[in-house]
């Protein structure tokens, strides 16, 4: 079975602080994926990665930039966190054109 | 207009009932369809994949692919509380990269 991990299900954090989340896949995959899902607003696309050291923009980058420096791991930065990035933030994997695997997701609370 | 449109309100069903969800799409040139469960709180799961035109079967659920038409639809036969969720449909279009379309989902409710 497919796993993807994220490191924290729950976080709060301040105002300006910077903010790390961190997503892990253990079935070698090429693609992985940022989201943040909010109500009546559906799954919207941060950023996505096709390959270590890849990176595209999603639709809605601003606030965020992303790291992957290994295969299996690919992280999310909040530069400053901010009120209107309170959300609940998921992780996704991809082999080719097939399915998308879900990690559990992390609700982040901005205070 | 929007990539992916799952139009139809919360959905109310009796236990044991079929239900059925629908799903349209704009990029003709899409390859590969999925349906998504959300649990309340929880992160999305893969239920079923279509990539051809026609049905798929997996145990109570069946995904139909109408690429003429460019609809996918979703059946639930003998629906169960377990069934209570949010699903998705997600498209990913020819242009896409691998970026995956998604819907923004339809509510089902099993009523026991």
């Known amino acids: 079975d497919v796993k993807v991990t994220q490191s924290s299900r729950y976080l709060v954090k301040r105002t300006g602080e910077k903010v790390f989340l961190e997503c892990v896949q253990d079935m070698d995959h090429e693609n992985m994926f940022w989201y943040r899902q909010d109500p009546g607003l559906g799954l919207r696309l941060i950023y996505f990665s096709y390959d270590v050291k890849m990176k595209e923009k999603g639709d809605i980058p601003e606030g965020y930039s992303v790291s992957r420096e290994k295969k299996e791991r690919f992280s999310l930065i909040l530069e400053s966190a901010s009120t209107n990035q309170t959300s609940m933030y998921l992780c996704?994997?991809?082999?080719?054109?097939?399915?998308?695997?879900f990690g559990p997701g992390t609700r982040l609370t901005v205070t | 207009q929007k990539e992916v449109e799952q139009n139809s309100g919360p959905l109310s069903v009796p236990e044991g009932a079929i239900a059925s969800l629908n799903c349209t799409y704009s990029d003709r040139g899409s390859q590969s369809f999925f349906w998504y469960r959300q649990y309340s709180g929880k992160s999305p799961e893969l239920i079923m994949f279509?990539?051809?035109?026609g049905d798929k079967e997996d145990g109570r659920f069946t995904a139909q692919l109408n690429k003429a038409s460019q609809y996918v639809s979703l059946l639930i036969r003998d629906s169960q509380p377990s069934d209570s969720a949010t699903y998705l449909c997600?498209?990913?279009?020819?242009?896409?990269?691998?970026?995956?379309?998604f819907g923004k989902g339809n509510q089902v409710v099993v009523i026991p």
């Open positions: 279509i990539y051809s035109n």
């Open positions: 996704a994997s991809m082999v080719g054109s097939y399915e998308q695997y």
């Open positions: 997600a498209v990913n279009p020819f242009y896409g990269n691998n970026r995956l379309a």
